[in-house]
């Protein structure tokens, strides 16, 4: 069950919300749809419900709020666009990804496929699914934790009715299974075709709440609202001409002076009136309950000293009335043209009476049907010198017959007392707060089918091993260059070599897909900064980093054997050292990409951190370590040693000073400053966010 309060968005400048104190209510094994014109505010409400939008407001998913539920992709199921998927990623390695978010089996994503119907297309890239099957991937998405609540956001907006029936098909079974179904829709039809329940929305209020049969029943006809105190009079008159111009239309006498009819205009219905000298107080376009200038019609009536009339079951079913509404005593009103005038809500005499039945009964023998709804109840009369009762026993369809007042119908009605001096009341419900979208339960092997799902990374690596070993040959060719350099395909006039730029390269764009295409919150559009997401990615961007360096070391070897012979491709004798530097190069490109792109969220801005270590870094750090400190650095195994009384094992001072050697060297110590620097401003940033 859902159940939404108060959900009020926050105004923009001088503008009003665009929802305003929006409460109602999803029950479990139903399927409810939100309606509303385009900007009535159903995406706003999906939001703020979601807490993906600040504002205020209180939504409660089976009696808990979202930001208290520990998974909250294991309680409700969301698609509020297209998926924002990897568009060379296959159908079912997007799904395998997400049930590594998700902490489920594998083979979870085997079973949405086939109950969503997408067995078939497992294997196609999701740039080339159509809008039908992308919407099917939605809700496979959506189901993959297995979820109690969906919220859709206009599920089949754009489909063919095909696609449309099998799309509501699939939210029916999972409501019939118990679970709890919300979707957003523009189209009425489909509302009350799809639906259960109907919540309707207008300018970001509640306007009507009912069930389907009664929204099928109410709002899908277009009527024209007549007021009139002689409204049998009238709706006989209008299903006689009906009948002798064999027209279809339906005359609904709603109690009172109240007429809704149906398939006729306001300028028939007019010249009718005025024809046969018939007063009319209001004459106005509605859909169902509440059309444009129902309300305004409400007011101004009451202005002029008429009546609201007793609401009729349709009203009641809006405005949450189960009882009808009990007719008020004959009460005088004084008139500004003339002497009192009893309202239309007074009995009328037997007279006239007698007189409107008769033109009633002479309607119904001529052919049409006018249903009559009437209105039972008693009520206590007024105190004599008070003709209307208290503010607190009026229902709101009474509060509109008081000049000066308006009552607000089909929202949650809001009931303001008087308060005591020095008491205070808040009425406001509580800010949402957005919240980052929570970690990958499985963030290792979630990044680790991140990562194997496209063919980006691979094209990345076959690039960077042609363009080292064509480099190592025509280096070779050239002369003068150093073997360690030679075997790394690094000329001087380089920054980097093509390994260590296709490792930063491929650690950037391990958060710049995130950003990008945002599998991970698709309904917020962040990936959350954690640490555990973090260290999968440092770890899985430094073991493709340290693969990428052998390969490519391995490749120009073999390679400058086959041209040259042995004599280039020998191995130097310091190759331990050699590849430890070669090593921690490579992998401080990586993750220095890794940090870059998840702190500035571009892939762009990752790559131009690893191309501006040994550009802007490294001149800096020649400039501060100039001098006898980089000399005494060599000896530092030796002097822990000695402070701390214990020897090396297995020889370990010597791989401790070799690793103190790379970081001395200008590159090494740039790298080192530049992770830092990174490392601790993206946690900062973490800290910051989870702070707020």
Not at 264 to 271: H, L, N, P, Q, V
Not at 668 to 692: E, H, I, K, N, V
Request: charged residues 20%; aromatic residues 4%.
């Amino acid at each position: 069950m859902i159940q939404a309060f108060g959900l009020t968005s926050n105004p923009r400048k001088e503008l009003p919300p665009a929802v305003d104190d929006v409460s109602f209510e999803v029950r479990a094994g139903r399927v409810t749809a939100l309606l509303g014109a385009s900007g009535a505010g159903k995406t706003t409400v999906l939001r703020l419900m979601l807490e993906l939008q600040h504002g205020r407001g209180l939504t409660h998913f089976r009696g808990r709020p979202l930001h208290r539920i520990a998974h909250p992709s294991r309680e409700v199921g969301v698609l509020l666009g297209d998926v924002p998927g990897h568009p060379g990623r296959t159908v079912r390695g997007h799904l395998r990804m997400l049930c590594a978010a998700a902490g489920v089996p594998v083979q979870r994503a085997d079973e949405v496929m086939e109950s969503v119907e997408l067995l078939s297309l497992r294997d196609e890239r999701l740039g080339t699914l159509s809008r039908g099957m992308d919407r099917r991937l939605g809700l496979a998405c959506a189901l993959v934790a297995d979820p109690h609540t969906l919220v859709f956001d206009d599920p089949v907006g754009a489909l063919s009715v095909r696609e449309a029936r099998r799309l509501h098909r699939a939210l029916r079974a999972h409501a019939v299974q118990g679970g709890t179904v919300l979707f957003s829709t523009a189209d009425p039809k489909e509302a009350a075709r799809a639906a259960d329940h109907v919540v309707t929305l207008e300018q970001g209020r509640v306007v009507a709440d009912q069930e389907a049969v009664d929204f099928a029943r109410t709002r899908l006809r277009p009527r024209v609202a007549v007021r009139t105190p002689h409204a049998a009079r009238l709706g006989a008159l209008l299903a006689q001409e009906a009948r002798s111009a064999r027209r279809s239309v339906e005359v609904v006498r709603e109690g009172g002076n109240r007429l809704a009819v149906y398939g006729s205009t306001c300028a028939d219905i007019g010249e009718a009136a005025f024809r046969h000298r018939i007063l009319v107080h209001q004459l106005a376009d509605e859909v169902g309950d509440m059309g444009p200038g129902a309300g305004v019609g409400d007011e101004a009536w009451a202005g002029d000293g008429g009546s609201a009339g007793v609401p009729s079951a349709r009203q009641r079913a809006a405005d949450g009335e189960r009882a009808p509404a009990p007719r008020r005593p004959t009460v005088a009103r004084p008139s500004p043209t003339g002497p009192p005038r009893p309202t239309a809500t007074d009995p009328p005499s037997a007279g006239s009476a007698e007189a409107d039945e008769r033109a009633l009964d002479a309607g119904r023998g001529a052919g049409a049907a006018v249903p009559q709804a009437s209105a039972a109840g008693t009520d206590q009369p007024a105190a004599p010198g008070n003709p209307h009762p208290p503010v607190a026993e009026r229902t709101p369809h009474e509060a509109a017959e008081v000049p000066g007042s308006i009552a607000r119908r089909g929202s949650t009605q809001r009931t303001h007392a008087t308060l005591a001096p020095g008491t205070t009341a808040s009425t406001l419900p509580p800010p949402i707060s957005v919240r980052s979208a929570p970690s990958p339960l499985r963030p290792l092997r979630y990044e680790i089918r991140r990562a194997l799902g496209i063919s980006t990374g691979f094209v990345v690596g076959a690039v960077v091993l042609v363009v080292s070993a064509v480099m190592a040959v025509i280096l070779a060719r050239i002369g003068h260059t150093p073997q360690a350099r030679l075997l790394a395909a690094w000329p001087r006039e380089l920054p980097l070599p093509p390994a260590a730029l296709g490792a930063g390269l491929l650690g950037a764009l391990s958060f710049g897909d995130e950003f990008r295409h945002p599998a991970l919150a698709a309904d917020r559009g962040t990936v959350p900064r954690r640490l555990g997401l973090l260290t999968a990615k440092l770890l899985v961007s430094a073991a493709v980093a340290l693969v990428l360096a052998a390969l490519a070391a391995g490749t120009n070897a073999e390679v400058l054997h086959l041209f040259y012979g042995r004599e280039l491709a020998r191995i130097p004798s310091d190759w331990s050292a050699l590849g430890a530097g070669w090593a921690a190069l490579v992998v401080g490109c990586a993750w220095a990409g890794v940090l870059a792109a998840g702190l500035f969220r571009s892939t762009t801005a990752g790559l131009a951190a690893v191309v501006a270590v040994p550009v802007v870094v490294v001149p800096l750090v020649q400039k501060v370590w100039e001098g006898p400190d980089v000399r005494t650095a060599a000896g530092f195994p030796l002097r822990v040693r000695e402070v701390l009384l214990t020897q090396w094992p297995f020889g370990g001072e010597r791989y401790v000073a070799e690793v103190l050697r790379v970081v001395v060297q200008p590159v090494g110590g740039a790298m080192t400053l530049s992770l830092t620097t990174l490392l601790c401003a993206y946690l900062l940033t973490t800290l910051r966010s989870r702070t707020r």
